[in-house]
T-cell receptor
């Protein structure tokens, strides 16, 4: 069973517009959520995170929104740039757990067109 | 470099061969994770170390998979009698502690033929 789902395999947006990537989770015990970005032949790079005690966290062009009642989070990139083209993974963990291991979604490939 | 380093970057193994994948975490990072990423999927947790102690190995798919971190720094993931379904990218990540963001290495792409 997939505890973290990214239902859109790909997304294409125009440079300068907003990119919205979505993620759903099923385990209500998750209380810490992260977004990673991955370029080909590289490992995932941490982008931004949010704790379940918040509903929004912002870092420059990146904002993550969390809707706990819907078990849904989203990553907004404004404005989108061609260099943002990559695969984006959302991940969830139990912050209070002993291991902090991450459960990843399948990824969404973002293409930002110049 | 200052990042997580993995070697080799690419490994081709014949079915039945044993392989060893190495991870050099960021200096001072207490937590170390191994993940397996199949083509078109997100990384899947394999195992976790806190210093030299392996606290969670619930993700290891079979007893052919073994990981160690004897001195709390470098870690090795060993796969015995490799099978075709073991073909994947193996990612190592480290963090300062279990609640910090994890930094990933570039991964080792294992192809079993």
């Amino acid at each position: 069973d997939q505890q973290v789902k990214q239902n859109s395999p790909s997304l294409s947006v125009q440079e300068g517009r907003i990119s919205i990537l979505n993620c759903d989770y099923t385990n209500s015990m998750f209380d810490y959520f992260l977004w990673y970005k991955k370029y080909p032949a590289e490992g995932p790079t941490f982008l931004i995170s949010i704790s379940s005690i918040k509903d929004k966290n912002e870092d420059g062009r990146f904002t993550v929104f969390l809707n706990k009642s819907a078990k849904h989070l989203s990553l907004h990139i404004v404005p989108s740039q061609p260099g943002d083209s990559a695969v984006y993974f959302c991940a969830a963990s139990r912050y209070s757990s002993n291991t902090g291991k991450l459960i990843f979604g399948q990824g969404t490939t973002l293409q930002v067109k110049p | 470099g200052a990042g997580v380093s993995q070697s080799p970057r690419y490994k081709v193994a014949k079915r039945g061969q044993d392989v060893a994948l190495r991870c050099d975490p960021i200096s001072g990072h207490v937590s170390l994770f191994w993940y397996q990423q199949a083509l078109g999927q997100g990384p899947e947790f394999l195992t976790y170390f806190q210093n030299e102690a392996q606290l969670d190995k619930s993700g290891l798919p079979s007893d052919r998979f073994f990981a160690e971190r004897p001195e709390g720094s470098v870690s090795t993931l060993k796969i015995q009698r490799t099978q075709q379904e073991d073909s994947a990218v193996y990612l190592c990540a480290s963090s300062l502690d279990r609640t910090s963001g994890a930094f990933f290495g570039q991964g080792t792409r294992l192809t079993v033929v």
